[in-house]
Structure formats: structure tokens, C-alpha cells
């Protein structure tokens, strides 16, 4: 059983730039995330375009998105904008504190027997101790990984439309695979959706 976990908002709003969350939702399992990337990609003015998908997509997702509530996400959903601005200037890497603590969570309470997919764009993610049986990909490798598959034709022309769209993508090919109790490397691709439909980009 494969549970995919995205401990930072990076890879959902990189995707939801240019209206490809479609890729995320291939996967044939459910979605666990950080309050704090629910806060993160909500942020925005009611009037940006890119709000108004997120809300569509989390709508459409219904159970399959599960929030993971944290210490620091919830100390942050109670203060006004302006407190979160001057925590951001006074501490930019202050989410990582949600992140930790998600990290903690996931490792605590999904069974060792579960492979787990991350998908992330954070760099201190790499540094963090999900558990063996957890696979670390970055958004970048992701998209790779499914032009090797033949899901996109091309993952530089994604990256071509998400810089254009104003997000920069960092051409990071990190990936970890994650270990299973033989001893071999796992592999979360045979629960990702390959299919001809699959092929046919996103939704009109």
C-alpha cells in the first residue's frame, strides 16, 4: 500500500501553476499534508486564478486529501497576516518547524509494512528522517520520472510553462528510494496510474 505525502506546499503549487495538479491525482492512493501547505496555497487574494484551482482540486479530492494538524500550523492559522509577514522576515525557514513535526507523524504513525511517497521541493527535506520505508522525490525528478513513463511527453516543457508562469523550479533530480523489509529498493510507480487516459494531459 502506497500513502503519498507532501510535507511542503512546493510541489502543489508548482503543479497548480500550470493547471497539472491532474499528475498528482494519477496516484491510485490517498494524499496526507501538512496544515501549513493547506495555509500556504491559501494564502493568496480571493481573485488569484490559482486559489480558486486549489479550492476546485481540494473540493474534488474529498477524503482522498487527508491534513496532518501540527503544533506550529496551528499557532499560525490563529495570527493576522501581518504577524505572519514579520515571522517571515524575522525567520524565513520557520516552516521547517512544521515540517519537522510533520515528519515526526508520518514516521510515528503509518505502519513500517506501508511504502510512502514523498513529493517535495523544500531542500531540508532531504536532510529529514521519515523512516526506511519512505521514497524522497523532488518535484523536478517527479516530472522525469513520468516523461520516462510516457505520462507527459516532454517534463522540460512542463518546466518551460511553470517559469513562464512566474514559478521557478529548481532542476533538482534528487530521489531516494526507500527500502523494503527484503532489503531491496521499492518503488511507488506499479500504484501511479500509466494508463492511455492517463497520457491525455489535464482536464478541459
Not at 29 to 58: H, N, Q
Not at 67 to 85: F, H
Not at 103 to 122: G, K, M, N, Y
Not at 164 to 191: I, K
Request: proline share 5%; net charge negative; hydrophobic share 40%.
Amino acid at each position: 500500500m502506497l500513502d503519498l505525502v507532501i510535507p511542503d506546499s512546493g510541489p502543489l503549487i508548482t503543479l497548480g501553476s500550470v493547471n497539472r495538479l491532474d499528475l498528482i491525482d494519477r496516484f491510485r492512493c490517498g494524499i496526507l499534508i501538512a496544515d501549513m501547505v493547506g495555509y500556504e496555497i491559501e494564502r493568496g487574494p480571493d481573485t488569484a486564478p490559482d486559489k480558486a484551482a486549489f479550492s476546485k482540486w481540494f473540493k474534488g479530492r474529498g477524503n482522498r486529501v487527508q491534513t496532518v494538524d501540527t503544533t506550529y500550523g496551528s499557532m499560525w492559522s490563529k495570527l493576522s497576516e501581518e504577524d505572519r509577514k514579520a515571522i517571515k522576515r524575522q525567520n524565513p525557514h520557520a516552516g521547517e518547524l512544521a515540517i519537522r513535526e510533520f515528519t515526526d507523524r508520518i514516521r510515528e504513525t503509518i505502519p513500517a509494512e506501508d511504502q510512502v511517497l514523498v513529493l517535495f521541493e523544500e531542500d531540508a527535506v532531504k536532510g529529514m528522517n521519515f523512516g526506511d520505508h519512505v521514497h524522497l522525490l523532488h518535484t523536478y525528478a517527479f516530472l522525469l520520472t513520468l516523461e520516462n513513463l510516457k505520462v507527459i511527453p516532454s517534463a522540460q516543457a512542463i518546466v518551460d510553462q511553470i517559469h513562464n508562469a512566474g514559478r521557478n523550479l529548481a532542476r533538482d533530480t534528487f530521489e531516494r528510494r526507500a527500502r523494503v523489509p527484503s532489503g531491496d529498493a521499492a518503488d511507488w510507480q506499479s500504484d501511479y496510474d500509466t494508463s492511455e487516459e492517463a497520457r491525455s494531459g489535464p482536464p478541459v
